[in-house]
């Protein structure tokens, strides 16, 4: 009898350790919950891994015009937008585009409409970039 009474005693006090260990588990995440929310909050929601608009585009710029690709001007636009000028190293010639976090879109892509609409939209005050001049 004494034997079980032992046994039992043990299962108690283990029990006993569990239930304390649940509880201390379930605080901590609540905690670390909480300091995730306020980190949210703080940062305006942003990932801290987030690329800055302005390297996300020129990346994408290099990605659709090769390694030569620059950003010549970068308005931000609504959000997460930034629309601006891009043209290759050592030639004088620019194009404009959209840079949203998943897409950009080039003046002289296919989709002419949709561009003009993100403009439009997105970026209504992106300056219209000066005219070419021959160099005599």
């Keep these: 009898m004494t034997a079980k009474l032992g046994k039992l005693a043990r299962m108690?006090?283990?029990r006993i350790r569990t239930n304390r260990l649940i509880?201390?588990?379930g605080v901590a995440v609540l905690v670390?919950?909480?300091l995730v929310g306020w980190r949210l909050l703080a940062t305006g929601g942003a990932a801290p891994w987030e690329t800055?608009?302005?390297r996300r585009a020129l990346q994408q710029v290099?990605?659709?015009m090769g390694p030569t690709g620059q950003v010549r001007l970068i308005e931000r636009g609504k959000g997460p937008v930034v629309c601006g000028?891009?043209?290759l190293k050592?030639?004088?010639g620019t194009v404009a585009f959209v840079s949203r976090p998943n897409r950009i879109l080039f003046a002289d892509?296919?989709?002419k409409g949709e561009f003009e609409a993100m403009i439009e939209a997105d970026c209504p005050n992106l300056p219209t970039p000066p005219p070419l001049r021959a160099v005599p």
Excluded: I, Q, S, W
């Design 12 to 14: 108690a006090a283990r």
């Design 23 to 25: 509880a201390v588990l």
């Design 32 to 34: 670390l919950g909480g």
């Design 52 to 54: 800055p608009p302005h």
């Design 62 to 64: 290099r990605e659709r």
């Design 85 to 87: 000028y891009a043209g």
């Design 90 to 92: 050592g030639d004088p």
């Design 109 to 111: 892509d296919p989709l």
